[in-house]
C-alpha cells in the first residue's frame, strides 16, 4: 500500500511559477513510477508528466511545452512538479499518482492516488 500527500497548491498570476511536492510513504519507494496528472472543472483528468526511479521523465508535451519539471528525491521519498510561466488554463486539481514498475513503459497502472492539490492561475 503506497500513501501520497500533495502539498504546494495555493493561487498565482498567470507568468508565475509554483512547485507541488508529493511525499510517498511506499517503504520501496525507487520501485514506483511517480508521476502527475490534473483536472480541470468539466474535464477529464490529463496527465501532465511521470518520472523513474534513475530519473527519466516523460511529458505531456501538448499541454505543458516545456514549462513544467518533474523530478524526484529518493531518499525523501519525494516528488516535485515545477511550474513556470504558469497560464489560467493550467487551473486544476494536481493530483500525484504511483505505479509500480522498472521502466516508463512497463504496462502497469496508476493505482495509487493523492488527494489533490489545488492550483489556480488568475490572469
Known amino acids: 500500500q503506497v500513501q501520497l500527500v500533495e502539498s504546494g497548491g495555493g493561487l498565482v498570476q498567470a507568468g508565475g511559477s509554483l512547485r507541488l511536492s508529493c511525499a510517498a510513504s511506499?517503504?520501496?519507494?525507487?520501485?514506483?513510477?511517480m508521476a502527475w496528472f490534473r483536472q480541470a472543472p468539466g474535464k477529464e483528468r490529463e496527465f501532465v508528466a511521470a518520472?523513474?526511479?534513475?530519473?527519466?521523465?516523460?511529458y505531456n508535451s501538448d499541454s505543458i511545452k516545456g514549462r513544467f519539471t518533474i523530478s524526484r528525491e529518493n531518499a525523501k521519498n519525494t516528488v516535485y512538479l515545477q511550474m513556470n510561466s504558469l497560464k489560467p488554463e493550467d487551473t486544476a486539481v494536481y493530483y500525484c499518482?504511483?505505479?509500480?514498475?522498472?521502466?516508463?513503459?512497463?504496462?502497469?497502472?496508476?493505482?495509487?492516488w493523492g488527494q489533490g492539490t489545488q492550483v489556480t492561475v488568475s490572469s
Open positions: 518520472i523513474n526511479w534513475p530519473g527519466r521523465e516523460t
Open positions: 511506499a517503504r520501496t519507494f525507487s520501485n514506483y513510477i
Open positions: 499518482a504511483a505505479r509500480w514498475g522498472p521502466s516508463l513503459d512497463y504496462p502497469t497502472q496508476y493505482v495509487y
